[in-house]
């Protein structure tokens, strides 16, 4: 019954690998996005997909690459990681109405070394 | 810019009021919101506010005054289970929009 998933909840790396979190949701939303939130818990949008076409791209690097199969699904490939990439990555969901209401998923703590 | 601004922390005791403020500055406003988030958890939805005014939820209510930038949100009969972050996001831009998230307010229940 979750509404929001995302997979895997902790991710523990080494400095320059590559790495992908994966994210579902069965609330038939049209709006996908992603979100960082750093170790003073501030929560900042990365990227926005609505039916699979990218709608908001933060200036985040480019080494962060998303990817939406369809509306469903929403990934995020991280090459060459960073520690300052280390932080918990959340997924999250609407319809694309003006007052529509975001869901999260459970977040994805990742750990660069 | 954005410009959203909380309390970084507050304290209350349990049963009493406690009020959260937010005020914003931002190139646009298409509504504000308040999550809850408990530690490591997700944050989830609490009120949405798009007009000047008042709207309540059970114990929790939240204000907005778009001519002062300015919202707060309002927990009634705190319990300790209202320890956590709460989180001011204003929803900004045209066409699709986004939002934008304070920093959060950690509150702290005690009995």
């Known amino acids: 019954d979750t509404a929001v998933s995302q997979t895997p909840k902790y991710l523990v790396t080494q400095m320059g690998n590559d790495k992908s979190i994966k994210c579902e949701q069965n609330l038939g939303h049209d709006t996908m996005y992603w979100y960082k939130q750093d170790s003073k818990k501030f929560l900042k949008i990365m990227f926005s997909y609505n039916n699979k076409e990218l709608i908001i791209n933060e200036t985040v690097p480019n080494r962060f690459s998303p990817k939406s199969p369809d509306k469903a699904h929403l990934n995020l490939h991280i090459n060459s990681l960073e520690l300052g990439d280390s932080a918990v990555y959340f997924c999250?969901?609407?319809?694309?109405?003006?007052?529509?209401?975001?869901?999260f998923g459970p977040g994805t703590r990742l750990l660069v070394l | 810019g954005q410009n959203i601004d909380q309390p970084t922390e507050m304290t209350a005791t349990e049963g009493a009021i406690v009020q959260i403020n937010c005020t914003y500055q931002?190139?646009?406003?298409?509504?504000l919101f308040w999550y809850q988030q408990h530690a490591g958890e997700a944050p989830t939805f609490l009120s949405y506010n798009v007009l000047d005014g008042l709207e309540e939820k059970g114990r929790f209510s939240s204000f907005l005054s778009r001519s002062k930038g300015y919202s707060y949100l309002l927990l009634k009969e705190l319990q300790m289970k209202d320890s956590a972050s709460y989180l001011c996001a204003v929803r900004v831009g045209t066409g699709f929009q986004k939002l934008v998230f304070g920093t959060g307010t950690r509150l702290l229940v005690s009995p």
């Open positions: 999250a969901s609407s319809y694309s109405g003006r007052s529509e209401t975001q869901y």
């Open positions: 931002t190139s646009g406003f298409n509504g």
